[in-house]
């Protein structure tokens, strides 16, 4: 059922989106960012690493043997500052003293997950070098006494020698036990065989910002009633 509206109170209604709007988007800049450490890969920034162990603000659960960080002008480049991360997928027919199964990468942020919050997982990813389709795996996490507990996952193809954002939505309210917890971030190459990808620019936000497209779409629907 439309409802229609006098050109008097079609004003009235827009000018009322309209704010919500700005207010939204007001709120989703203030609420910006998540803090992810190291995010961009910048640090330690003295040499090329092949694993995760001077990589601050990032882990694995074994220590990584050909995945790292490196500089971009060696190859691969970048999307945000000069440096970039790598990952080895698992490769069973390596040799030592190469891991046979390459481990995830994670960090467990600051941020206490509240009811009613959702965020989207945004990475730059780029296909370095696979010999087939690359595979990789996005999950977000929240702690459970050193537990992580998977909140939403996703599987994306990156795309060979070219740098391309993916992202991974989640809304607090569907996984209940989430909320209280500290709120991770996890990350994979899950292609078996040969593969390299690049990781770059890895941010995650709040998204206030739902209530700003929900007021525009209800804008749309307005109709003004001849008068």
């Given at each position: 059922?439309?409802?229609?509206?006098?050109?008097?109170?079609?004003?009235?209604?827009?000018?009322?989106?309209?704010?919500?709007?700005?207010?939204?988007?007001?709120?989703?800049?203030?609420?910006q960012a998540i803090?992810?450490?190291?995010?961009?890969?910048?640090?330690?920034?003295?040499?090329?690493?092949?694993?995760?162990?001077?990589?601050?603000?990032?882990?694995?659960?074994?220590?990584?043997?050909?995945?790292?960080?490196?500089?971009?002008?060696?190859?691969?480049?970048?999307?945000?500052?000069?440096?970039?991360?790598?990952?080895m997928g698992d490769?069973?027919?390596?040799?030592?003293?190469?891991?046979?199964?390459?481990?995830?990468?994670?960090?467990?942020?600051?941020?206490?997950?509240?009811?009613?919050?959702?965020?989207?997982?945004?990475?730059?990813?780029?296909?370095?070098?696979?010999?087939?389709?690359?595979?990789?795996?996005?999950?977000?996490?929240?702690?459970?006494?050193?537990?992580?507990?998977?909140?939403?996952?996703?599987?994306?193809?990156?795309?060979?020698?070219?740098?391309?954002?993916?992202?991974?939505?989640?809304?607090?309210?569907?996984?209940?036990d989430s909320i209280?917890?500290?709120?991770?971030?996890?990350?994979?190459?899950?292609?078996?065989?040969?593969?390299?990808?690049?990781?770059?620019?890895?941010?995650?936000?709040?998204?206030?910002?739902?209530?700003?497209?929900?007021?525009?779409?209800?804008?749309?629907?307005?109709?003004?009633?001849?008068?």
């Amino acid at each position: 059922m439309l409802v229609f509206f006098s050109t008097k109170e079609y004003g009235k209604m827009k000018k009322l989106l309209i704010s919500l709007v700005v207010m939204s988007f007001v709120c989703a800049g203030a609420a910006q960012a998540i803090t992810v450490e190291n995010f961009s890969f910048e640090l330690p920034g003295t040499e090329k690493k092949g694993n995760w162990e001077e990589v601050p603000g990032w882990s694995s659960d074994i220590v990584a043997t050909d995945s790292g960080v490196e500089l971009g002008s060696d190859g691969y480049g970048t999307t945000e500052g000069v440096w970039a991360a790598y990952i080895m997928g698992d490769y069973p027919g390596a040799a030592p003293p190469l891991n046979p199964v390459e481990p995830a990468i994670w960090q467990l942020t600051d941020h206490t997950i509240a009811a009613g919050e959702s965020f989207i997982l945004t990475v730059d990813l780029q296909d370095n070098w696979s010999e087939t389709t690359a595979e990789m795996q996005l999950r977000l996490y929240y702690d459970d006494a050193g537990v992580r507990m998977p909140v939403a996952t996703v599987v994306v193809n990156p795309v060979r020698n070219s740098w391309t954002e993916f992202s991974l939505p989640f809304s607090a309210d569907d996984v209940p036990d989430s909320i209280g917890q500290k709120l991770g971030i996890e990350i994979d190459n899950i292609l078996v065989g040969e593969s390299w990808v690049g990781m770059d620019n890895i941010q995650l936000v709040p998204e206030p910002a739902t209530m700003a497209l929900l007021s525009i779409g209800g804008l749309a629907l307005l109709r003004r009633r001849r008068a």
